[in-house]
DNA sequence: GTCTTATGAATGCGTATTCATTCATTTTTC
DNA sequence: GAAAAATGAATGAATACGCATTCATAAGAC
């Protein structure tokens, strides 16, 4: 079995654990466990169990960066883009609940117990957003007086907790696409200039 | 001193420490401190430290309930109660700041560690956007086709988010009011009956 | 036969919780 | 009204235990 394998299978059992149980209810040994590798492989490749955090936030939200910023170069209509992002983000949720729960739940929180972490990648993630806004502005088709600051994390945030309900709730008199579509149609909307 | 009155002590000192560092890294001696009584006192007033937190959350909630449904019967438009309600909660955010850091970071995952606590309490204040938009839609001011559900999680969603990086970021160049204002008019013009 | 990788029992640290003790206040007795 | 007895709130050192991390040993690779 290869080195990188061990890797691999010990951060998508991270994921899983730290889904179900949260960061500090998880304990070494349940990764472990769901990994199939006795406790101390663990530490062969990573230095701690904060270690194992940070490595899964790093490797999987730079995954999800080259995905979306790959997705928006196909596209030139900032409207559409906007779209194209709600979309992606919800059925990422959808597709991938554990890593979306973890990334919900213990990214945001990562700063009160690990100090010395920023989480650049994340700021990135969300950065896609501004960018979005930024162009339709330049372009005439977005209100300039907009504050696209304010925008990308209320887009964000609107499209985050709605999947992140979306997940934990077990009956849905919605889809996934119809609640992304919903939100691109009310900022779209709400963004666009008067004409 | 009145017993009541070690109750809040303790309650506060809670809010300030677990803000600062998270439930789980926080430490009933710290909080102990904080609140100026010894660790045993702790446990005169509370069964264990997952005790505190509920409470906490309880309480405090309990209280922003009352608050906004009080706002929300003074007025009748559904356009100006979301405004109140985006202009409320984000202020809230920024005068309470340590409150609103333990609601938004321990209050989501608390889900995960107390298998049995369900918050109902936090539904309920969500809830009030559910209402006003159930209004607008009766009213014939908003549009039918707008799912409530979604529109609630999306508009509080939006409005959590952006307080949340507004406490956490040290420069703004923009107000809580700014943001408010600006969010709620996104949602205004993204769900009025098009006229 | 050496070097690499893996194991999991043993270690030790950190901290939630307990509980014997203190002490201020209230109640009872004469 | 003074002395004695009872109360229970508050204390914080001691306890107990969960779990991250280590490391002596084994298994595997070449």
Excluded: C
Aim: glycine share 4%; hydrophobic share 45%; no cysteine.
């Amino acid at each position: 079995m290869r080195t990188s394998d061990k890797h691999t299978k010990i951060i998508e059992a991270a994921i899983t654990v730290f889904a179900r149980k949260g960061f500090f209810s998880a304990r070494i040994s349940d990764i472990a466990k769901e990994a199939q590798v006795a406790d101390g492989t663990i530490y062969l490749y990573f230095n701690n169990k904060y270690d194992i955090l940070i490595s899964l936030f790093e490797e999987e939200i730079g995954k999800i960066i080259l995905e979306v910023k790959l997705l928006m170069e196909k596209e030139s209509d900032p409207r559409r883009m906007l779209q194209i992002f709600a979309l992606h983000h919800m059925q990422l949720m959808e597709e991938k609940r554990e890593l979306a729960e973890v990334l919900q739940m213990e990214l945001r929180q990562s700063n009160k117990f690990m100090k010395e972490y920023r989480n650049t990648k994340f700021i990135e993630y969300v950065d896609v957003v501004s960018a979005i806004v930024h162009k339709g502005q330049e372009e005439g088709v977005f209100r300039k007086s907009l504050l696209p600051g304010v925008f990308k994390r209320a887009f964000f945030g609107a499209l985050d907790e709605t999947s992140r309900l979306w997940v934990l709730s077990p009956d849905h008199n919605y889809t996934i696409a119809e609640a992304a579509q919903q939100i691109s149609d009310i900022f779209i909307s709400g963004i666009m200039t008067d004409s």
